[in-house]
């Protein structure tokens, strides 16, 4: 009985003994692969870091750029297309009865110079501290409306609760979605509409053109998607009878 007892003792102890091992190599694990996950969080915060510090540095060397483009197309090049408009003012008033070629000239540089200096203003870091979605918005229905082969029609609220450099963001890609219905949808009639309920703003550009095939993605559906992803946002899209929807909700704040 008590060699039996005894038995019993060693199986329970040596059970106890491998039951400790096995804890023990359990706990090395453990800890080796919260080491290794630490380790691994770290190495990809310091390229966070380091992608976060490049970009901000291409984004200041790229800044200064703009800046020194901006003054020379706005001082330079500007006044040299003020000075040819000028002259060319000046010949058809000589003219008794000037070329109609004289005056399609005057008229392609005045709209070039309004290109420059719209242009001039993009590329200026200052600029973008005043933009307005809004502004521009109806700026561009304006000079779309003046062609009078198009109608555009836009409603807004009164004014947009987002930063201004998400508003430029949010304007490349309504840019970008009636540009399509102009280019490839063969459309007649485009609509804007935007309202900015609980924190969001949703924006809708609609074309009564020719369509498109929604399984095929171009170049700009993806870019268009991308800046609503980098935004925290989504863009859909949704065929009309006839025309296309595109359909942007973009959180206001970041």
Known sequence: MNSLS?????IVIGCGF???VAIGIILLILVYQKKQLRFIFEKKELQSQYTEELLKTRLETQE???NMLSKEIHDNIGQLLNSAKMLVGVAQRK???PEETLHTANETLGQAIQEL???SKSLNGEWLEKFSFIENLNAEAERINASHSITMTVQHPAQLTMA???QLVLFR???EAFQNSLKHGEATHIRIYAEQPDGHLIVRVEDDGKGFDLTKEGFGIINIKHRAT???GTAQWKSLNPGTQVRLEIPTHT
């Open 64 to 66: 200064q750029t703009l």
């Open 164 to 166: 201004k450099d998400r």
């Open 117 to 119: 200096r719209a242009l």
């Open 173 to 175: 890609m309504v840019q």
């Open 6 to 10: 005894q038995e019993v003792t060693l």
């Open 230 to 232: 980098l935004l925290g």
């Open 95 to 97: 003219l008794n009865t």
């Open 18 to 20: 491998f039951l400790l």
